[in-house]
């Protein structure tokens, strides 16, 4: 792959991939000030040793030439720079070394590996935290120890790895965060504050996953529109619109490359979820394949968004890896799969495994969170913006959950 995002603080314009520096010399429209940028910024010497960095002041420059210099403070690119410097032979924009905190999570244990499949193993590195990372996590890149709210140690580490891109996947979800609702906002938001600071110091591109959460029961709860109410009742929503505001206030007044999807429930067959609303969705497969009744917590009538692993990953990557010039919006776009009920997933299992029984336990706290999220989304933002296209529908999920799981029993796995 091509690098060609301005990697972090101190290689300056010297890892700028040459292949790229050409294609986009020729075929950018404003190609005359990229290429004198460009050719400036290869030719800065090992900044790194100086304690020199690289930038650029638009507004000082004459005519077409911006004045290029360097500076002892490390300087934001302007965002036009950013960007153009950003996007690769494909025009999409381009990743190098990937941080991914929250890594051992439901998500982030899918996708860090994900991401070192497609971008080189030693190029992803797993942030962990408290959970503990499984043995082909800890065993197939590098990994840190890092707190997101530890504002020093985070950049460290981004230092040191030349971080150009994070995905903050740490996070407290919806029941867990309404039994520590401080938790919940000191890690989304003290925590997402750390990141923003430290990506707009550094020069790096943040992807901050969104919720169904972000939305309230003031919000229309049918065909949910991209643009609308969000009046959460939950911390955890809270944090998701207090975190989608901060995100398009970074990119807007600091030009951060920030980018987000509001997830629906995520269904996975890895890691279990981490204690949320829709961890039912989850939970019926395997007692549906270990031969169990299913309490299901919500009702049979509760319908909510949901989306196979798969479809979650795609969508982290692509929207990270798309030209910026599509992106209307950014923090955050609504982004489904399928809409369904527990007994919609249930009489789907029974096609599988006939004597599969659900009772229903109704838990009032999850309950009370469903209901106020939307039945489901309209994702046609995602859809014209970036080309967000999911592939499993509730039966090839289905399908593909039982078979991995009925084989991780077999094996005595679970
Ligand atoms: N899983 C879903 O269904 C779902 C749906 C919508 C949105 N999301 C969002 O996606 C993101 C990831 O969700 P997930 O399901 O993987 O969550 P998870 O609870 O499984 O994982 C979160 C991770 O954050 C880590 N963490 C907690 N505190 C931390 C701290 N101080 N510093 C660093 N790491 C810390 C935890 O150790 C954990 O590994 C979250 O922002 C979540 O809100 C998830």
């Known amino acids: 792959m091509c690098p060609s995002r301005p990697s972090g603080i101190g290689d300056g314009g010297a890892s700028l991939c040459r292949e790229k520096k050409d294609k986009a010399e020729s075929e950018i429209d404003n190609g005359c000030r990229l290429s004198i940028m460009l050719s400036k910024l290869d030719s800065i010497p090992n900044q790194e040793d100086h304690g020199f960095y690289p930038w ?18 490390p300087r934001a690119l302007p965002v036009g720079l950013h960007w153009l410097c950003a996007e690769s032979r494909e025009g999409r924009s381009a990743m190098i070394n990937i941080l991914v905190l929250g890594s051992a999570g439901q998500i982030g244990s899918e996708l860090t590996l994900e991401l070192r499949k497609r971008y080189g193993p030693a190029h992803v590195v797993a942030g962990i935290h ?3 990372p499984s043995k082909e996590l800890m065993e197939s890149g590098p990994l840190e120890m890092v707190d ?13 790895h ?28 003290n925590g997402l ?20 959460g972000a939305f309230g029961a003031s919000s229309p709860l049918d065909n949910t529109p991209q643009d609308t109410i969000q009046r959460p009742q939950t911390m955890y929503g809270i944090t998701k619109v207090t975190g989608e505001l901060l995100s398009d206030y970074y990119f807007k ?56 692993m798969p479809d979650a990953l ?37 096609k599988h495994i006939p004597d599969f029984v659900v009772r229903y336990a109704i838990d009032p706290i999850k309950q009370s969170i469903a209901d ?3 039945n489901k989304m309209d994702d046609s933002c995602a859809r014209e913006e970036w080309g967000w296209n999911p592939k499993y529908d509730l039966a090839m999920m289905t399908e593909d959950m039982l078979r991995v799981i009925k084989k991780k029993h077999q094996l005595g796995l679970i």
């Open 56 to 73: 650029v002041n638009w507004s000082s420059g004459t005519g077409c030439s911006p004045l290029l210099g360097v500076s002892r403070e």
């Open 130 to 132: 408290k959970t503990r």
């Open 148 to 160: 997101v709210t530890d504002k020093e140690h985070l950049s460290s580490v981004i230092r040191k």
């Open 162 to 189: 030349k971080i150009d891109t994070v995905y903050n996947l740490a996070a407290i979800l919806s029941v867990v965060g309404e039994a520590n609702p401080l938790d919940a906002w000191c890690i989304g938001i």
């Open 193 to 212: 504050l750390n990141v923003l600071e430290i990506s707009h110091e550094y020069r790096c591109a943040v992807f901050t996953p969104s919720s169904i």
């Open 253 to 308: 007044r600091f030009g951060v490359d920030t980018r987000s999807v509001r997830y629906p429930g995520i269904i996975s067959n890895v890691t279990l979820p981490g204690g949320g609303t829709t961890d039912y969705a989850v939970e019926i497969f395997y007692a549906a394949v270990k031969g169990k009744k299913y309490d299901c917590p919500l009702g049979p009538r509760t319908f909510l968004d949901m989306m196979y």
């Open 314 to 350: 795609e969508a982290a990557i692509q929207l990270m890896e798309v030209n910026p010039s599509k992106l209307k919006h950014r923090n955050s776009f609504n982004v489904t799969a399928m809409s369904f009920c527990p007994e919609m997933i249930a009489a789907e299992i029974t």
């Open 372 to 374: 106020s999220w939307p």
